[in-house]
T-cell receptor, first 114, second 113 residues
Framework: DTGVSQNPRHKITKRGQNVTFRCDPISEHNRLYWYRQTLGQGPEFLTYFQNEAQLEKSRLLSDRFSAERPKGSFSTLEIQRTEQGDSAMYLC????????????FGEGSRLTVL | QKEVEQDPGPLSVPEGAIVSLNCTYSNSAFQYFMWYRQYSRKGPELLMYTYSSGNKEDGRFTAQVDKSSKYISLFIRDSQPSDSATYLCAMSSGAGNNRKLIWGLGTSLAVNP
């Protein structure tokens, strides 16, 4: 298949630890997005790649957050020195770059920081 | 005031009812309007995509956009228990400009058999 795949689906960690999430987009999609969603809220934009270039980062993305897409295929989102406020669902989405605006989301990686 | 307002519900209806979900917005530059459905612990999936004003129909779903009132709606006919989910509206001002998607909070819908 070919939907957007995210791993791990759920990560429980202690405050201060580092975590990394991986996203494999739909193979022909050149744009990849990371969003964060907390309970009862809509997704919030974090960052965006076109191929391997990171074109925009939200102010929500503090220095503890870093995202990469080294070969323009899969992407990783790393959170260093996690805090309890980082607990959320981290969503990855991809887009082919057409003008239809159809973002395809993965099932998300849920982070719980104890 | 938030750019996009959406009543979080919850909304509970009997099976077969017509459901009406709505969002209002303040930014007159928005031109692209989307409705996503999100099941519990899953990512959002696109239901309807509309450009500018007008109606769009897809099966049991109809999306309406009234730019003069800055108001969008999603209607679900003959609602089914499988429609129970959170419905999120999202909108943007530019084509392909999805990094600037602005989302509503989502409305939680329960369709009771």
């Amino acid at each position: 298949d070919t939907g957007v795949s995210q791993n791990p689906r759920h990560k429980i960690t202690k405050r201060g630890q580092n975590v990394t999430f991986r996203c494999d987009p739909i193979s022909e999609h050149n744009r990849l997005y990371w969003y964060r969603q907390t309970l009862g809220q809509g997704p919030e934009f974090l960052t965006y790649f076109q191929n391997e270039a990171q074109l925009e980062k939200s102010r929500l993305l503090s220095d503890r957050f870093s995202a990469e897409r080294p070969k323009g295929s899969f992407s990783t989102l790393e959170i260093q020195r996690t805090e309890q406020g980082d607990s959320a669902m981290y969503l990855c989405a991809s887009l082919q770059g057409s003008n239809t605006g159809e973002l395809f989301f993965g099932e998300g990686s849920r982070l719980t920081v104890l | 005031q938030k750019e996009v307002e959406q009543d979080p519900g919850p909304l509970s209806v009997p099976e077969g009812a017509i459901v009406s979900l709505n969002c209002t917005y303040s930014n007159s530059a928005f031109q692209y309007f989307m409705w996503y459905r999100q099941y519990s612990r899953k990512g959002p999936e696109l239901l309807m995509y509309t450009y500018s004003s007008g109606n769009k129909e897809d099966g049991r779903f109809t999306a309406q956009v009234d730019k003069s009132s800055k108001y969008i709606s999603l209607f679900i006919r003959d609602s089914q228990p499988s429609d129970s989910a959170t419905y999120l509206c999202a909108m943007s001002s530019g084509a392909g400009n999805n990094r600037k998607l602005i989302w509503g909070l989502g409305t939680s819908l329960a369709v009771n058999p």
